[in-house]
Each structure stands twice: as C-alpha cells, then as structure tokens.
Nanobody, 125 residues
C-alpha cells in the first residue's frame, strides 16, 4: 500500500505560481511512477504530468507543457508540481497518483491504483 497526501494548493491570480507537493508513505516510493491529475467541476479527471521512478523521464499534457514542471525527491518520498504562468482554466482539484513504473508514460486514470485526497487550486482572472 502507498498513502499519498497533497498540499500547496490555494488561490492565486492569473500569471502567478504555485508549488504543489505530494508526500508518500508506505511501500518504497522509488518503485513507483508518480503523476498529477486534475479535475474541474463537472469535468472528468484529466492527466497533467508524470515522472518515472528515477526522475530522468517526464511527460506532460499539451495544455501545461512549458508552464508546469514535475519533479521528485526519493530521499524525501515527495513529488512536486511547480506551476507557473497560471491561467483561470488551470483551476481544479489536483490529485497525485502512483503506480508501478512500467510501462511509462501512462496518462489514464484507470492505470493508477493509488490516489491522494486532492488539493484545490483556484486561479482568478
């Protein structure tokens, strides 16, 4: 079992930045690929970014490429999402997820077995 807990969400103006964190506990964090998804009201949960176990491969949704950066620190069992140049359409509940590393990348909700409770990000215009 892997337990995940997100933090760092909040309210920010358009053009601003936020850094989300996802703390993991339980089985060896380094064995898992980690990802961020988001879900806006009335919409399906969508893929944002993913990082492999050794942090040398990342993959992003087109909508966030160049603005968001995913990273991880296996010594701290923590994953991050640095979000810059935020837009109102980035507003959503952001979830971290985890599953075994292979195959990589994976961008479907159904491919992840472990989820956090989510953290709200609101971007005002």
């Amino acid at each position: 079992q892997v337990q995940l807990a997100e933090s760092g969400g909040g309210l920010v103006q358009a053009g601003g930045s936020l850094r989300l964190s996802c703390a993991a506990s339980g089985r060896s964090f380094a064995n898992y690929a980690m990802s961020w998804f988001r879900q806006a009201p009335g919409q399906e949960r969508e893929f944002v970014a993913t990082i492999n176990w050794s942090a040398d491969h990342t993959y992003y949704a087109e909508s966030v490429k160049g603005r968001f950066t995913i990273s991880r620190d296996n010594t701290k069992n923590t994953m991050y999402l640095q979000m810059n140049s935020l837009k109102p359409e980035d507003s959503a509940v952001y979830y971290c997820s985890a599953d075994l590393s292979f195959p990589f990348p994976r961008d479907r909700v159904s491919e992840y077995g472990y989820w956090g409770q989510g953290t709200q990000v609101t971007v005002s215009s």
